[in-house]
């Protein structure tokens, strides 16, 4: 099974070297990519010295672009299966083997890693808003997830297609809610995180509340068009 | 429709077509964007002009002041605009995207049929 590790990364120099490090020694058998999305610091520089496989977005484009050109890459490479990987160094690497193996056995379209099911539920505003998602999620597409807003998320072959051709399919929970509602298989697989390792995350207040309106407006409404 | 209202759909109309004008001698405006803006200028001249059409409009659809109809009439125009304007941002936006995301494959493509 070919897994590729899609790696988005604005602004990651400070963690960027360790995360690829340790993936590179904890999954020699994973290929990876890593966005490079506009970057205004050395994340370029650093993909160039170590010979880190990359692309560089000429401008910065947000997560979903930098997702997707991973998607495409993917589906262009022929993978059968890609993972979402953060570059800050919350996501162990330790646990893509597992979630591959899950995919398969299974037979899921999208396996997530989940923190709750590992006995480490996201706490504070993060928990808040992280149940919200949940319980919309069940309410609209009966499917039980306990982490949704986990962002280490792996896709079957077929749903890189649907992502490399999709229309505005962000690497969110309101589109696993709606893949789920159109029949795709669902499943977590447990998983501890880490704190972010360095750099600052894409998530500032105003990003908080336009992530938030997005997902929940999306899940209760947008759905049932698309 | 009062006077004051008619001068001022006349000044109205005037400004707007003077300023897209100049856009278009600048040329910081594609002709196929200005066209709404014509119209709603000459719209505005029309109204001011012969003020018995939208007189007569409005009684037909029952409004008690011309002003109120000639209002409800810009008001249309501009949110018409507006909802056309969101899809095409929209549009431009997804082909932005696609146009970034086909660079940065196609460039890392590039590269390695160098090496």
């Known amino acids: 099974m070919r897994i590729l590790a899609i790696i988005p990364a604005y602004n990651e120099q400070d963690c960027l070297e360790q995360t690829i490090r340790s993936l590179e020694s904890m999954c020699p058998s994973i290929d990876y990519l890593i966005v490079n999305d506009g970057s205004t610091d050395d994340t370029k520089q650093i993909c160039e010295r170590n010979h880190f496989s990359h692309v560089n977005l000429p401008v910065n484009s947000g997560l979903s672009v930098g997702f997707q050109t991973g998607m495409k890459y993917a589906d262009r490479h022929g993978y059968d299966a890609a993972v979402q990987f953060d570059a800050d160094g919350q996501h162990l690497p330790e646990y893509i083997i597992p979630m591959g193996n899950a995919l398969e056995e299974q037979q899921a379209d999208i396996v997530i890693a989940s923190r709750t099911l590992a006995g480490e539920a996201p706490a504070g505003a993060r928990g808040a808003g992280s149940k919200i998602i949940s319980a919309l999620i069940r309410l609209t597409s009966g499917v039980r997830l306990t982490d949704p807003t986990s962002g280490m998320r792996m896709y079957s072959r077929r749903m890189i297609g649907e992502f490399a051709k999709g229309y505005d399919l962000t690497p969110e929970p309101d589109t696993v809610a709606l893949l789920a509602r159109k029949g795709c298989k669902v499943i977590e697989v447990p998983a501890r995180m880490q704190e972010r390792q360095g750099g600052e995350s894409y998530f500032d207040f105003t990003h908080v509340i336009a992530y938030m309106s997005r997902v929940c407006f999306s899940i209760l409404l947008f759905q049932w068009f698309r | ?115």
Do not use: Y
């Not at chain 2, 005037?14 to 856009?23: P, Y």
């Not at chain 2, 200028?41 to 109809?69: E, H, K, M, Q, W």
């Open chain 2, 1 to 115: 429709m009062s006077p004051t209202l008619r001068a001022l759909c006349v000044i109205g109309s005037a400004v707007t077509f003077w300023l897209i004008i100049r856009r278009v001698k600048k040329a910081s405006v594609r002709i196929d964007d200005c066209i709404f803006w014509i119209v709603f200028s000459f719209t505005l001249l029309v109204i001011a002009i012969f003020p018995d059409i939208p007189a007569f409009l409005a009684r037909l659809f029952g409004f008690i002041a011309t002003s109120n109809f000639v209002f409800l009439v810009v008001i249309t125009m501009l949110l018409m605009r507006e909802f056309t304007n969101t899809l095409k941002i929209s549009k431009l936006n997804s082909r932005l995207d696609e146009l970034i995301e086909e660079q940065a494959l196609q460039a890392k493509e590039n590269e390695q049929d160098e090496h």
